[in-house]
Nanobody, 120 residues
Framework: QVQLVESGGGLVQPGGSLRLSCTAS????????MAWYRQVPGKQRELVAS???????NNAESVKGRFTISRDNANKMVYLQMINLKPEDTAVYYC??????????????WGQGTQVTVSS
């Protein structure tokens, strides 16, 4: 059984910073792409940032220059460093990972989500 567990969310003032972490555990052959998504009530879940196994990243336009995704392959972790947070960044943030069980066989998994609230 594979689990993704996020941590690091919370309440922060506008202009503040947070670092989200996500750890994968279970029977895992390898991990491909990893990503962070976010969702606010009544809206679709949106991609915030993604990173390949080799470290190639892609950020949504709304977070470029403020959010940085990184990963630690040895420890099966992905991070999202967020600076200069804005009220519109308020959302539940979800970790997503492409988990391989053997070569060419994978499934996508989601974490349970962590709330980020940006408010004064």
């Amino acid at each position: 059984q594979v689990q993704l567990v996020e941590s690091g969310g919370g309440l922060v003032q506008p202009g503040g910073s947070l670092r989200l972490s996500c750890t994968a555990s279970g029977v895992i052959f390898s991990i491909g792409n990893m990503a962070w998504y976010r969702q606010v009530p009544g809206k679709q879940r949106e991609l915030v940032a993604s990173i390949t196994r080799d470290g190639v990243t892609n950020n949504a336009e709304s977070v470029k220059g403020r959010f940085t995704i990184s990963r630690d392959n040895a420890n099966k972790m992905v991070y999202l460093q967020m600076i200069n947070l804005k009220p519109e960044d308020t959302a539940v943030y979800y970790c997503n990972a492409q988990i391989y069980f053997r070569i060419a066989t994978y499934s996508h998994y989601w974490g349970q989500g962590t709330q980020v609230t940006v408010s004064s």
